[in-house]
């Protein structure tokens, strides 16, 4: 039997867990706002780079070059990061409002079983004998069961996939 206090539990779990995600974003966003600053930085040195070169310098033109590749290489890095944040941004928007509709139906399932308990004796005998309201019971356990441990999976793939993420950012910014 599922309680009110325990659908609200997890509505704020369910919204403390949409925070955090949002932080996460937040902080992802300024991650990128940071890597953009250094692309402009890199992109005024090769435009001074450039301009040198035209000048008639040869020497240095292996530099440039160079320099050239890496703010391509930087430019590469951000796009697949922004497009890697948008979809993982993506699929915890769907995760949360797939949680917050399975929560939205209990809160359903919670009213109906009230109002059960406002039914006289005799109505309340007829609907607890009926085999049809067994067999959802029986249906919206096994879901139970099923969605908790899908939460589950996906919370610990989210978690390996945040990891990685981090990982290859890191590695990234070497």
Known sequence: VVTRDDVEESLKAVFQFVKDKEQLLQDLRSQIEETKKKIAEKQRERDYWLEYKNVGSKIHAERISRLEKDIADVKYELERTEEYYSEALKVVREE??????????????????????????????????????????????????????????????????????IDTKLQHLR
């Open 96 to 165: 949360n409002q797939k949680m917050f509709d399975r929560h939205m139906k209990l809160l359903s399932e919670e009213a109906l079983k009230n109002a059960v308990g406002y039914l006289d004796k005799n109505c309340r005998r007829e609907i607890e004998e009926n085999e049809w309201l067994k067999e959802e019971v029986k249906i919206y356990r096994k879901e139970e069961k099923d969605l908790k441990a899908s939460v589950q999976l996906l919370e610990e793939e989210n978690t390996s996939l945040v990891a990685k993420l």
